[in-house]
């Protein structure tokens, strides 16, 4: 019920809606200075600390199917990267959660990337106190990092030589920020090379992430991925969970760069894209070069999540949406 | 003629000047899709992946006194930068250069800083080959990283302890990026600790640089600054000219943190602000704590630099500007 093909084949049959939708906002839409507009239209001031010094942190919960997926998680995040940054989201709680619900449910969108953007504001951070933080909302037809064709028979990844990802000595990387400059080099080497995805180390010897997802490693049967250096990810969460109800154990650790070059199973996971199997790696096979087994079943679990109701809930969408 | 005083004592006149002026430029004007407006109404796409993940680089040229101050060597930076982003100016270099002269013209402001960005634009890094890049001008009124009346006795600094320097193999720093989560981080700390200016060390006990500002230790009649993990500054360059015609020799190289606690003289440079004394570093004085000898010197010989036909021209402002 869970499968690649079923649950892409329920996904296609929502977008074959989603497109012949007269939504105004079915493209998306963006909530900037309490009002909604088209994404596309959607403008904000150039003076923005958010746009002028990349001084902002953010965080995406998804929808699926109709439901909102972890949503909780994702603002408890955002909330805690807010409070390292001195950053106040200029909502409370509960508006904020109620303000990203109506907004999918006036897009009519089904499947969803949705982005919640908390910037200095149109001071610059010097100015302490005086500055009023912004918040910046957008509801957008669901983000594939990895394309559900692809996912089919997995990516192909390089681990990058010529950049390194930015240490959390100089950016902490546990608050999610967009100051993505490593990664823009890394997906240029990786474009170079003839891949797609790009690993980066930490110039210690050891993986970190990609950019805006974890890695993790499959080997004999144990799930590894990093425990530092990286975004504690809300996917990360669920294939951890996913994989201990199948009876499977996850160990965050430093992992060194060389064990990607002897894993049975590679795989890489964000909100954009959930669980993506990695098959190919520096123009080699990823162990059999095939989606491994236990990258299915973690696949399958994944998705399957998304309707469990300790983890999502449905939206009320307005019979004209 | 080009004491702190008689210097800040022109500007202080060109300011009442402006500030009385009734230009719809007066305090800043941006160019934005061809179409120029004034600066607080200024917009940019919210969709603009200089935003969405802060690809894009910059530079800082500035106006003082109705001249623009080596504004090609910023245009030429600027190039090299967009050459290694793989970004594309979208004016030609003619057309940019009269677009800014023309800002400035309109805009009346006789002491300008002047910031040119140039985005990825729409489209995500990965997209390659399909995407359009963005570029956005501002004229604004100059700004100083350090405020007049601060320079005359000298600003107070940190190194800081909580955050160390985005290392060149994650984000080259001769490519001026506005990612300044690590100078966020610094300031933070520098407020924390009453004090005012971050200096960020390299992690490996070498100092680097501060948030958009070049540092230089004054030692023995010799000027030493880090020739590694920092922007090639232009105002820099300027300061190692003046230096070499006073007869002071300037060293490019690793300068270790631990140099900082036993110079003579230190100073921060920057386009926003120029050559910036700082007398006191975690609290003790820097040398006597007052602005020292060699600093005042160099000061004085780069606001000399700004009326020297080699690096400046002169501007013609309309009669009604």
């Known amino acids: 019920?869970?499968?690649?093909?079923?649950?892409?084949?329920?996904?296609?049959?929502?977008?074959?809606?989603?497109?012949?939708?007269?939504?105004?906002?079915?493209e998306g839409v963006a909530w900037v200075a309490?009002?909604?507009?088209?994404?596309?239209?959607?403008?904000i001031p150039i003076l923005d600390q958010g746009f002028l010094r990349s001084d902002l942190t953010y965080d995406v919960p998804s929808v699926?199917?109709?439901?909102?997926?972890?949503?909780?998680?994702?603002?408890d995040r955002l909330q805690a990267s807010c409070e390292k940054m001195r950053l106040r989201i200029p909502l409370d709680r509960n508006t904020l959660r109620q303000t990203l619900i109506d907004m999918v449910a006036k897009s009519g969108i089904r499947d969803a990337y949705v982005e919640l953007i908390v910037t200095r504001g149109l001071k610059f951070v010097r100015e302490y106190q005086s500055y009023e933080n912004n918040?910046?909302?957008?509801?957008?037809?669901?983000?594939?990092?990895?394309?559900?064709q692809v996912q089919l028979t997995g990516g192909s990844a390089v681990v990058t030589r010529t950049v390194r990802r930015t240490p959390p000595g100089a950016m902490d990387p546990t608050v999610k920020n967009l100051?993505?400059?490593d990664f823009v080099r890394g997906w240029i080497e990786a474009m170079d090379r003839g891949a797609v995805?790009?690993?980066?180390p930490d110039g210690d010897g050891n993986i970190t992430e990609g950019g805006g997802y974890n890695i993790v490693v499959i080997k004999d049967g144990v799930l590894r991925t990093p425990s530092r250096g990286v975004l504690?990810?809300?996917?990360?969460?669920?294939?951890?969970?996913?994989?201990?109800?199948?009876g499977l154990e996850t160990l965050l650790d430093f992992?060194?760069?060389d064990d990607l070059y002897t894993a049975d199973e590679l795989l890489i996971c964000t909100t954009a894209g959930g669980v993506m199997p990695l098959t190919e790696l520096d123009g080699r096979p990823v162990g059999g070069g095939q989606v491994g087994p236990l990258t299915r079943r973690i696949w399958e679990g994944y998705w399957k999540a998304h309707y469990d109701p300790k983890h999502s809930f449905e939206i009320d969408y307005p019979a004209s949406a």
């Open 1 to 26: 019920m869970y499968s690649m093909e079923e649950v892409f084949a329920g996904y296609n049959r929502r977008q074959a809606t989603l497109k012949a939708s007269s939504n105004r906002y079915a």
């Open 34 to 43: 309490g009002e909604l507009v088209p994404l596309d239209e959607a403008r």
């Open 64 to 75: 699926w199917d109709g439901r909102f997926f972890r949503l909780d998680d994702h603002l």
């Open 135 to 148: 918040l910046y909302l957008m509801v957008m037809p669901y983000v594939w990092a990895m394309p559900p």
């Open 179 to 181: 100051q993505w400059g």
């Open 197 to 200: 995805y790009a690993l980066l």
């Open 232 to 246: 504690e990810g809300v996917t990360r969460k669920t294939v951890i969970e996913v994989a201990a109800k199948l």
């Open 255 to 257: 992992v060194p760069v």
